[in-house]
């Protein structure tokens, strides 16, 4: 994630802001410049750009002047009135039920970090081609008048459509599952990075070039899905999935490999975007070893190769775990990377860079 400041007196700003907390300008984010962007108001209600182009007027996104819960803008002369991020919602959390908009609120910030990714990768929100399925998001609570199984909400993917279980916002829900299922890693921006990249999969591999690759890589996506999935819970991962895949979950099914993958080159390429913002770098004191050294001096979006991502990654998640450590939480990062998974990082990195030629991995 990049780091903003206030056009207006020059505060550091973040992404979730909504005014400054020096000057009380009004603060939102125009997703076409990915920028957040200081305001003052018209006399019409409409926001006017305090640094840049005065003649440009937006209005904030309506489910943040009705609800609160977003911080991005519009332009004024636009008809829709939600956000390019809200616009992708289908179907949002019953609000007579009062925890639900504090649930909805924090599904929403971390949507919004996903759709930055998404934009800032250059990823359609809605695909060229008509026939395939729209991103949508449809976010809902188990019913309360029921604890039965069958009536339970499910987070998962099907035709572009995300759903999304808000009682996945609620941190006690989400660390009772986390423990549950034996998972080192449980959030909410995770659950997004793994949806959509079951969304990619339909959109960018299916009816694409680079299916054969991505069988060799992720293996046979033809077996049936509700089987391998029944297997993998009644049986648990093998006992050396780590060999082979990021997380155990990934070893269910190629298209949930997949989605872990994805989500975590969505996790990587943010997290190093953040790193080379704040200017960090790692140079251990113990070591001259340029494998545990980085400055993170690239523009991670403009790598063209993945090996030089992953040189700047793993100095740096060593330290971002050391860092979490040392701060009273568990690693930040609870991951190995090994030569397999590497491999299908880089795969799915040249997918979204769109060529076979960059490549520097051959299965
Ligand atoms: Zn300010
Ligand atoms: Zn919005
Ligand atoms: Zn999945």
Redesign the pocket.
């Known amino acids: 994630m990049r780091l903003f ?7 550091l ?1 973040y992404f979730e802001n909504t005014s ?6 009004v ?1 939102g984010f125009v997703a076409e410049n990915l920028a957040m962007e ?1 305001f003052k108001p018209t006399e019409e209600g409409l926001l006017k750009l305090v640094e840049g182009d005065q003649s440009r007027l937006f209005k904030y996104c309506s489910n943040g002047i009705n609800y609160n819960v977003c911080n991005w803008v519009v332009h004024a002369t636009e008809t829709q009135d939600l956000c390019v991020a809200c616009g992708l919602n289908r179907t949002i959390p019953d609000l007579t039920i009062p925890e639900n908009r504090d649930l909805w609120t924090k599904v929403e910030t971390e949507k919004r970090r996903l759709v930055y990714s998404l934009l800032v990768l250059d990823l359609p929100l809605t695909p060229e081609n008509l026939d395939s399925p729209k991103l949508a998001f449809d976010f809902l609570a188990d019913p309360v008048s029921t604890a039965e199984e069958s009536q339970r909400v499910i987070t998962g993917h099907a035709d572009g459509l995300i759903t999304l279980n808000i009682n996945e916002a609620d941190s006690a829900t989400r660390e009772k599952m986390r423990e549950q299922m034996h998972e080192p890693y449980r959030t909410l921006l995770g659950h997004f990075r793994h949806e959509s990249g079951h969304y990619y999969w339909d959109l960018l591999v299916r009816n694409s070039d680079w299916l054969p690759l991505v069988r060799e890589f992720f293996g046979d996506d033809t077996q049936d899905y509700s089987d391998a999935l029944k297997i993998y819970y009644e049986n648990g991962p093998a006992t050396d999935w780590q060999l082979n895949y990021v997380s155990a979950y990934a070893s269910s099914h190629p298209w949930e490999d997949w989605a872990e993958t994805w989500a975590h080159y969505l996790h990587i390429t943010d997290t190093l975007e953040t790193a080379h913002e704040f200017g960090i770098s790692v140079r251990p004191q113990i070591s001259n070893s340029k494998e545990l050294q980085t400055n993170v001096g690239i523009n991670v979006y403009d790598s063209k190769n993945f090996n030089n991502i992953l040189r700047h990654w793993l100095p740096l998640s060593y330290a971002l775990n050391s860092l979490s450590r040392s701060i009273g939480h568990q690693h930040a990062y609870p991951f190995v990377l090994a030569e397999p998974v590497i491999k299908k990082l880089d795969l799915v990195h040249r997918i979204i860079q769109k060529g076979f030629e960059e490549g520097v991995v051959s299965a």
């Open positions: 400041t206030c056009n207006n007196c020059g505060q700003v400054c907390t020096r000057c009380g300008c603060l200081s």
